[in-house]
């Protein structure tokens, strides 16, 4: 199977930065996309930032122009620098990997990591 294990968050104070870790393993012949998501509490999980094969990158609104995502394929292995961070931007924190296998695509996710803003 795949194991999909993040590291990285956290607390910062408003402003600061953290880059968030996100690594795969296990029986993978193709990563399609890799992305992060992030559950606040009360609310549902939200997509931060997905990189797909191209590469093909997406950012939420909320975080265009703060976060980076990027990918480095040989080590299946995804990164979200967050810069200027604010208040809203504490949540957990998800990686979800899309991995290929026999032309399907399967999800996996990992346990999620806590990173906590404050102001």
């Known amino acids: 199977q795949v194991q999909v294990v993040e590291s990285g968050g956290g607390l910062v104070e408003a402003g600061g930065s953290l880059r968030l870790s996100c690594a795969a393993s296990?029986?993978?012949?193709?990563?399609?996309?890799m992305g992060w998501y992030r559950q606040a509490p009360g609310k549902q999980r939200e997509l931060v930032a997905h990189?797909?094969?191209?590469?093909?990158?997406h950012y939420a609104d909320s975080v265009k122009g703060r976060f980076t995502i990027s990918r480095d394929v040989a080590k299946n292995t995804v990164y979200l620098q967050m810069n200027s961070l604010k208040p809203e931007d504490t949540a957990v924190y998800y990686c979800?990997?899309?991995?290929?296998?026999?032309?399907?695509?399967?999800?996996?996710w990992g346990q999620g990591t806590q990173v906590t803003v404050s102001s």
């Open positions: 979800k990997v899309v991995v290929l296998r026999a032309l399907n695509e399967y999800d996996y």
């Open positions: 990189i797909a094969n191209g590469p093909y990158i």
């Open positions: 296990g029986t993978i012949f193709s990563i399609n996309a």
